[in-house]
């Protein structure tokens, strides 16, 4: 059964990586034995990141690229060829949410930025693997959703929004690299305890309200979503592509 989730000598890139889901997920992968290569965009907070993975025996490398800089994510991934000769699997974790309120009185400039780190970024750092896992025989691609893009959350729409795209991104891109042996899939979280949702679970009343309607009665941990991170980057997971895992202690349960 071991052998379904060796992920060892894998090539591994994350992005949004210094910190949250994405720190999570790279330690795991670096504990499991996988070439981690983590992104983020300031240099400092990633080799921090690093230098954790290192002291516990992980090999990674630190590449700074803003998710929403083309250029940026291309060498990144070329950074990634050039170390370890491939790329296995890619998960596109960075994320932006910069406006909070109604869609309508958004900035233009706060919805290009998400689009462009929410979605464009997912798909550049595609296109900069997708032909070393192509060479190589195939690949994985996990791509960090939201429950938000099931569901639109209050005061969240532009996030929300970009996040229902990267559902049908994940889908669409699943039917057309199937025959390349690609699969592409994408995790839903609820409620994470990160700095970066920190804006909701630090409001006493929002947080209260989430909690009444969540079964298991807590938000999620980072560590909570590495579990099915591992699933999706190994063997286990070969026949399950265009799928979405919701990680949300059963908060969209539909209830009357």
Not at 12 to 28: C, H, K, L, N, P
Not at 150 to 178: C, D, F, H, N
């Amino acid at each position: 059964m071991s052998s379904l989730f060796d992920i060892r000598g894998k090539v591994i890139i994350v992005t949004g990586a210094s910190r949250g889901i994405g720190q999570a997920a790279a330690e795991a992968f670096a504990e499991a034995g996988a070439k981690v290569v983590i992104s983020s965009r300031k240099q400092e907070s990633l080799d921090e990141a690093a230098s954790a993975i290192r002291a516990k025996g992980g090999e990674v490398l630190a590449v700074a690229a803003h998710n929403g800089d083309k250029a940026a994510l291309q060498a990144l991934a070329q950074a990634a060829v050039d170390a370890y000769g491939t790329v296995d699997v890619l998960v596109n974790n960075a994320a932006t949410n910069p406006h909070f309120g109604p869609i309508l009185d958004a900035e233009d400039s706060l919805w290009q930025k998400t689009l462009e780190v929410n979605l464009l970024g997912n798909v550049w750092l595609t296109q900069a693997v997708v032909n070393v896992m192509r060479q190589r025989g195939g690949g994985k691609i996990i791509n960090i959703a939201s429950i938000n893009g099931l569901r639109p959350g209050r005061w969240q729409g532009i996030y929300s929004i970009t996040k229902s795209a990267v559902i049908s991104l994940t889908q669409t891109l699943a039917m057309e690299l199937a025959a390349d042996h690609i699969t592409v899939n994408a995790i839903a979280p609820g409620l994470v305890k990160t700095k970066f949702a920190r804006a909701i679970w630090d409001n006493e009343t929002v947080l209260s309200s989430i909690l009444e309607r969540t079964p298991l009665g807590r938000m999620g941990e980072p560590e909570d979503m590495v579990g099915l991170a591992l699933y999706l980057a190994s063997p286990a997971s070969n026949f399950a592509t265009g799928q979405v895992f919701v990680v949300d202690g059963g908060f969209t349960i539909p209830t009357l």
